[in-house]
């Protein structure tokens, strides 16, 4: 079955520092990525996406290249900020987001001033 | 974004009693709502799919006659544990597709003595 891992955390990191998160997936076709975020006491966000190899998506200056040889989905913030700090999970869906998602087990990311 | 929002926030029940999380999409209309598990420091796993006006799609594994799921309009899905056991202690998240998205509500904190 489809299956996402990404890095365990947390992940500390001062800020302006530059950030990446691990994440690869095993799937049967050509799934969609997504990454998500949670700030406490909020619900999952969307913060970007990709739907085919390739594709970079962004927001927020977070950056994510959808990598089909290496089956990879890994996030990237050239300079990251306390408001950073949030839980991110790593995401695909085989179906383009209509159907479930699976997870990975998520990355605690703490940001120091 | 849209706004999903679950009720209650946290819950805590006896053993064998059966409790009923509320999942609504407050500005926008959903026929798929989905509802997932997350464990401690694991990711949230898949438990169902609801399509208004229809019988919900269990994932392998979850019994839907524990995990009773109605749809009964555009913006309602209800979650119910029936008899309840300490093993249901879980935090519950569920989204609603739309505008091609997923937007997840803030999560249910269940606690079964």
């Given at each position: 079955?489809?299956?996402v891992t990404q890095m ?26 997504f990454w998500y975020v ?76 | 974004?849209a706004v999903v929002s ?108």
């Amino acid at each position: 079955g489809d299956s996402v891992t990404q890095m365990e955390g947390p992940v500390t990191l001062s800020e302006e520092a530059f950030l990446t998160i691990n994440c690869t997936y095993t799937a049967t076709g050509y799934p969609s990525l997504f990454w998500y975020v949670q700030y406490p006491g909020e619900g999952l966000q969307l913060l970007l996406k990709a739907t085919k190899a390739d594709d970079k998506g962004s927001n927020k200056g977070f950056e994510a290249t959808y990598r089909k040889e290496t089956t990879s989905f890994h996030l990237e913030k050239g300079s990251v900020q306390v408001s950073d700090s949030a839980v991110y999970f790593c995401a695909l869906a085989s179906g383009g987001g209509a159907d479930g998602l699976t997870f990975g087990k998520g990355t605690h990311l703490i940001i120091q001033p | 974004g849209a706004v999903v929002s679950q009720h209650p926030s946290w819950v805590i029940c006896k053993s064998g009693t059966s409790v009923k999380i509320e999942c609504r999409s407050l500005d926008f209309q959903a026929t798929t709502m989905f509802w997932y598990r997350q464990f401690p420091k694991q990711s949230l796993m898949l438990m169902a799919t609801s399509n208004e006006g229809s019988k919900a799609t269990y994932e392998q594994g979850v019994e839907k006659d524990k995990f009773l799921i109605n749809h009964a309009s555009l913006t309602l899905s209800t979650l119910t544990v029936t008899s309840a056991h300490p093993e249901d202690s879980s935090f519950y998240i569920c989204s609603a597709f739309g505008n091609n998205e997923q937007f997840f509500g803030p999560g249910t904190r269940l606690t079964v003595l």
